[in-house]
């Protein structure tokens, strides 16, 4: 549970400090909106695909996301 708490507050610090909306990344990656705030609040962790879409999106090394 941890694991994804860290792996939330990654993704929020992240999109908000390169201005994004959720829609926005979402859209980026491929998936509704609703799919990805649940990555935002931890209740779903995306796989691994989109994880590494995630990390160029929102400019984030992945081993930053790996160590989440």
Same mark, same amino acid.
């Given at each position: !549970? &941890?694991?994804k708490?860290? @792996?939330s507050? /990654?993704? $929020? &610090?992240?999109?908000?400090?390169? #201005?994004?909306? #959720? *829609? *926005?990344? %979402?859209? /980026? +990656?491929? +998936?509704? *909106?609703?799919?990805?705030?649940?990555?935002?609040?931890g &209740?779903?962790?995306?796989? %691994?695909?989109? $994880? @590494? *879409?995630?990390? &160029?999106?929102?400019? $984030?090394?992945?081993?930053?996301? !790996? /160590?989440?």
């Amino acid at each position: !549970m &941890k694991t994804k708490h860290l @792996f939330s507050v /990654a993704l $929020i &610090k992240s999109r908000l400090s390169l #201005q994004l909306t #959720q *829609q *926005q990344v %979402a859209s /980026a +990656v491929g +998936v509704s *909106q609703s799919a990805y705030n649940y990555w935002e609040s931890g &209740k779903h962790y995306p796989n %691994a695909t989109k $994880i @590494f *879409q995630l990390t &160029k999106v929102l400019k $984030i090394p992945l081993e930053e996301v !790996m /160590a989440s």
